[in-house]
């Protein structure tokens, strides 16, 4: 079984930043094979897609409206992925969620208002 954990999240200004970590675990569990995900989600409205980062990190993804401003990353010694927030605004307000295969965390809550 592989636990998945996130962080950092938390209240932010409109122009803030945010670093959101997320470690997964578990008996000879490795995040080094695997892509990883962030997705964010709020009430009423369907989990989507954030960032997306190749198990090399050769490739990533952003959503339109956060490229240029998070930047997804990954540390496999660590079993961590990262995703740095920067130039916040309101409308970034969720849930944000880490994924590896089927496993999911239980999600971080970002609120970003003045």
């Known amino acids: 079984q592989v636990q998945v954990v996130e962080s950092g999240g938390g209240q932010a200004q409109p122009g803030g930043s945010l670093r959101l970590s997320c470690v997964a675990s578990g008996p000879g569990f490795t995040i080094r094979d695997y892509d990883m995900m962030w997705y964010r989600q709020v009430p009423g409205k369907e989990r989507e897609l954030v960032a997306h980062?190749?198990?090399?990190?050769?490739?990533?993804y952003y959503k339109d409206a956060v490229k240029g401003r998070f930047t997804i990353s990954r540390d496999n010694v660590k079993n961590t992925v990262y995703l740095q927030m920067n130039s916040l605004k309101p409308e970034d307000t969720a849930a944000y969620y880490c994924n590896v295969l089927q496993y999911w965390g239980q999600g971080t809550q970002v609120t970003v208002s003045s």
């Open positions: 980062i190749g198990s090399t990190s050769s490739s990533t």
